[in-house]
Structures are given as structure tokens and as C-alpha cells.
């Protein structure tokens, strides 16, 4: 054999052997697969009827897992024992449910998987996957469908609980806080409406929830509420808009606790307007008290002198909405008393229309002027005005700024005393009023609006930037506003009271009516835009 011979023989083998390999290895491209898994069978079949067993099985065509299942699956009407439900964590080509509650008779049961199966690979998901069986003859075959909103905010919350109770001789306001719904559906992660399904004929209360707890029962402290007025009749061809909102809390007083030498704490749920502690042990005559509000936790802060030489103090806690009082006894312990220290904002940069503000970390009880200068970048002297909040424990000083300005803030020693006779060292503020081109303005004109309204521009997470209180028809000039974009919320304030309310599902009493608009443009410095508002009545 020739060496050309040799060479075209090894070049022939090697290429047949990668070949070869190549026959015999993965394929290292070809599309991807975005196909959900199949079903190919269940036992017993979807939609079964007369169902009385414990197991149900899920066959599919390729390798699945389940995931986020607790979020995911809404079993209606609920069951008060779990269903155990595999795989957890693993791949498998079937699903199976084991049922550990006792079944209702003549009921229609559906599991509602979500978006909670995929396909062991990709992670391809089979989307809102429905298995329903009926333990009685026939399968309940009606719906009630509707949209949820948010009643303050531009969008609601993601994974919102729909229930209908059944009502019936039983039926009372307070199934929502004691019982699981009849029936239930959720909104999952993408959308605002909803349809509860296989329902039977009858007479319910529609709520929606978002449910912190995930027990299906209404929790004020953590849950957000919508309820319908009135009661429905299915079968029904409405569609229902449910207004999510978070109830105020009711009032109550939480026991008092010694923070430190002669200062107690007392905190509170709710609303605590006409919160009134009073001291109902025996105290000396040169005995004084302070009240102020924590700055960081719903608390009332007690303090008071002198000193007293006793185990414990006990307190009577009042409140316009408590039927009876309430006693609290605190036990007194030999602590340290807090040292003054105050605290101002803002810091740098003041508004032209924003006061300057002191804060005490002590009650404050009196401010002497004539030791406090406030000059100017030209050291001329500026005339100011202050003005005390004993609850918020705070100085406000008011003063004409002109654009561009530097100002210092001096408070010479024992300008402020408090209450336990503490004063100030020497302390200094500076602050700067930026230029009048560096904001942008806006004037809106209101059409059609009902008065009182609230006039707010938010973020894009909702929380007030700016804000405007209008009793009759007028322009509204939103002035020296920072650049960027702002949505448009208007509160018609119902009640007079300056604020937004929400509802009450116990009251029955849906939170006042709130109108989004968008801006037409971006707010830019040295800017200023004209838009109307034009309002329609309410549905």
C-alpha cells in the first residue's frame, strides 16, 4: 500500500469516527421548546360526578413540577384540611391529590392550579388548570364574574381573594371574620378580573380580599377589603366591580410600659384623636405631666414629675369610641431620665412656602426668641414668627425667602427648655432657597367636580408629592414643583373632614370616591402647563 493510499484511508476513518459521534451525541441547537405539558388522563376524569374517594391522579405527557402551590392553587369551596398534593420538588408525569377532609354532600369542588404546573425542562407553565368533580348527580355550572379596583391606588393588588357566602337562615355580617366562604376564586398575579365558577343557584355576599394571612377570614389588622352593597341572586348576568381598600383600625389601648425615668409609654390601635390618659393614683401637689406623640410607633408618651418613690402607677385610658374606660397599671423601676436633644429639618435645601422645624426629644415647654437669630447670606436680619405643637412636640418657624438665598439659624444656649428644665447649647442651621427656574408650575381647571376635593400629585408608587384642598369651583396652582413625572388623584371628600376615608365592611360603607388622571406632560424646570380635569357623575 502506497503512502497516498495510507493518508486517504486515515482521513477517511477519522472522519467516519466524528460522524459517528456526532450520530451518537445531543444535538447542540434546534428551537427551543415553549410548549406546555399535556394532559393525557385523570382518575377519575374531569367533571366526574357522585365522586366519593380520596385520590384523585393527574397523567400528563411529559416530566412536570409544581411550584409556588400554596400561592397558586384555590380550592373552592375551600376544604378545612389541606389536600397533600405531589410532587413537592420533584419531576414526576403525573400529579396526585390525596383528600384528607370530610367532603360535602351535593357539592361541586374545584382546584384551581394557576399557573402552578410546568414542565420539568423549559418551565413551561399549563396555564389556570381546573380539575372539578361534584359528589351529588350534577355538576354546578354557574358564575359570577367581575373586575377588582383599588379604591386609593391606580392598580390593586395582585393575588386577590373572591368569595361568595351563602345566605341563608345561618347567615350573619361576621361569617367574614369566623368562616371560610361557600365559594372562592383569586385574581393570581396578572389580572383585575375574576370569575368564580361552578356555582348552584342561590342568594350570596360578594366580597374580595387580599388575604395576609391566607386562612380566607377577614383580619382588619393585615387584610385589604371590597365588598358588594347588596346581596346577589345567581344566576346573575351582572358584572361586579369590588373597590379594595384597608379598614382604619378600631381603637384600642395596648398596655402602658415604663420607657425610662418618668416616661411612659402608651400605645394604641387606630385613630387615637380623643385619646385622654389620666393618672389615678395619688400624686403630690407640685405633680405635672406632658403629653406628646412617639415619632417612630403608635405610642402616647407620658411624662411627668416629680419623681415618685412607687412599685407602680396605675392609669385610666378614655376614648370617644370606648364604651368603658380602661385601667392600666404600670410598674415603676429606678431608670435614667432621657437628656435633651433636638433635631430640625429641613436639611440644606428649604421650599419657599416650608417652615423650619424643631424637634425635642423631651417636652418642650417654652422657646425664648431674643437668644435665636436668623440672618441671611448678607447678614441682614430676617424676621420670624414661631409657632408650638404640644403633640408633636415641635417649633415650626415661619419667615419670608426669597429665591437663591442662603439663611443661618442660631440658637443661642437656653433658647429652649423643657420639660424637666433642660436647655439648648449653642446650636446652627444653614439653609439655601434654590432658584425659581429650577421648578415648574401647573394650573388645573376642575370640571363638573363635586366640593369638597382633595387634589393630589403622586408618584408612580402613589405616595402624595403635592397636595390641594378645594371647597368651590376654581383654578388650582400647584406651584415650585420638582421636575419629573406625576399621576393626578382627586378624593371627593364626602364628609367635609379635609381627608380620605375609607370604607367600612361593618358599617357598610364604601370609601370615598377617587378619579385618576395622568398629566399631559412631564413637569420641567422653568415650565409651566395649564390642564383641565373633567369629571362625569357617578355610576
Not at 420607657?259 to 394604641?268: H, N, Q, R, T, V
Not at 392609669?315 to 431620665?337: A, D, G, M, N, Y
Request: aromatic content about 12%; overall charge negative; charged content about 25%.
Amino acid at each position: 500500500m502506497n503512502k497516498a493510499l495510507s493518508n486517504f484511508l486515515l482521513v477517511v476513518f477519522i472522519s467516519l469516527f466524528f460522524i459517528n459521534c456526532a450520530n451518537r451525541g445531543t444535538p447542540g441547537g434546534g428551537p427551543k421548546d415553549e410548549d406546555p405539558p399535556v394532559i393525557i388522563g385523570s382518575k377519575p376524569e374531569n367533571y366526574s360526578t357522585n365522586f366519593n374517594g380520596k385520590e384523585i391522579e393527574i397523567y400528563f405527557d411529559e416530566y412536570i413540577k409544581i411550584k409556588d402551590i400554596n400561592k397558586q392553587l384555590i380550592i373552592s369551596p375551600p376544604m378545612k384540611t389541606q389536600p397533600e398534593i405531589t410532587p413537592l420538588g420533584g419531576a414526576s408525569k403525573y400529579i396526585t391529590i390525596k383528600i384528607h377532609d370530610t367532603l360535602q354532600p351535593n357539592t361541586t369542588y374545584a382546584f384551581n392550579f394557576g399557573n402552578s404546573i410546568t414542565d420539568n425542562n423549559e418551565g413551561n407553565p399549563y396555564p389556570y388548570y381546573r380539575y372539578v368533580f361534584a359528589t351529588g348527580d350534577y355538576i354546578d355550572s354557574l358564575s359570577v364574574k367581575g373586575t377588582i379596583v383599588d379604591a386609593l391606588y391606580k392598580t390593586p393588588e395582585t393575588f386577590v381573594s373572591v368569595a361568595l357566602y351563602e345566605v341563608d337562615s345561618t347567615f350573619q355580617d361576621s361569617i367574614i371574620y369566623k368562616e371560610t366562604p361557600r365559594y372562592i376564586t383569586n385574581t393570581l398575579d396578572s389580572v383585575t378580573t375574576f370569575s368564580i365558577d361552578n356555582i348552584k343557584e342561590g342568594k350570596y355576599m360578594l366580597i374580595a380580599m387580599k388575604d395576609g394571612n391566607g386562612d380566607n377570614k377577614f383580619q382588619q389588622k393585615t387584610d385589604q377589603i371590597g365588598f358588594y352593597n347588596d346581596f346577589i341572586d345567581v344566576p346573575t348576568d351582572t358584572l361586579y366591580t369590588l373597590k379594595l381598600f384597608s379598614e382604619e383600625l378600631d381603637f384600642n389601648s395596648t398596655r402602658p410600659k415604663l420607657l425610662s425615668g418618668e416616661k411612659i409609654a402608651f400605645g394604641y390601635e387606630g385613630d387615637a384623636t380623643g385619646m385622654a390618659i389620666d393618672i389615678l393614683s395619688e400624686t403630690p401637689p407640685e405633680f405635672e405631666h406632658r403629653i406628646t406623640k412617639d415619632v417612630a410607633t403608635d405610642s402616647l408618651l407620658y411624662w411627668y414629675k416629680p419623681r415618685l418613690e412607687v412599685d407602680s402607677l396605675i392609669f385610666q385610658v378614655t376614648h370617644p369610641s370606648l364604651e368603658l374606660e380602661k385601667e392600666h397599671t404600670v410598674r415603676i423601676t429606678e431608670q435614667e431620665r432621657d437628656s435633651l436633644y433636638l433635631e430640625a429639618e429641613p436639611n440644606g435645601n428649604i421650599g419657599f412656602n416650608e417652615p423650619f422645624k424643631i424637634f425635642g426629644n423631651t417636652p418642650l415647654v417654652s422657646i425664648d426668641t431674643t437668644k435665636i437669630r436668623l440672618i441671611d447670606q448678607d447678614s441682614t436680619q430676617i424676621d420670624f414668627t414661631t409657632k408650638f405643637d404640644t403633640l408633636s412636640n415641635t417649633y415650626a418657624f415661619n419667615f419670608d425667602k426669597v429665591e437663591d438665598r442662603a439663611y443661618n439659624i442660631q440658637l443661642l444656649p437656653e433658647a429652649i427648655k423643657d420639660f424637666f428644665d433642660d436647655t439648648n447649647d449653642t446650636l446652627s442651621y444653614t439653609l439655601k432657597t434654590r432658584k425659581e427656574s429650577d421648578f415648574g408650575n401647573i394650573r388645573f381647571t376642575l370640571n363638573n367636580a363635586k366640593y369638597p376635593v382633595i387634589v393630589q400629585l403622586t408618584n408612580d408608587k402613589g405616595e402624595i408629592k403635592y397636595e390641594q384642598y378645594s371647597t368651590k369651583k376654581e383654578t388650582l396652582d400647584f406651584s415650585n414643583l420638582d421636575s419629573g413625572k406625576y399621576s393626578i388623584r382627586v378624593i371627593f371628600d364626602e364628609n367635609g373632614n379635609g381627608k380620605y376615608d375609607p370604607g367600612s365592611y361593618l358599617k357598610k360603607r364604601q370609601s370615598e370616591r377617587v378619579i385618576h388622571f395622568e398629566m399631559d406632560n412631564e413637569v420641567r424646570p422653568d415650565w409651566g402647563h395649564i390642564q383641565t380635569l373633567n369629571f362625569i357623575e357617578e355610576e
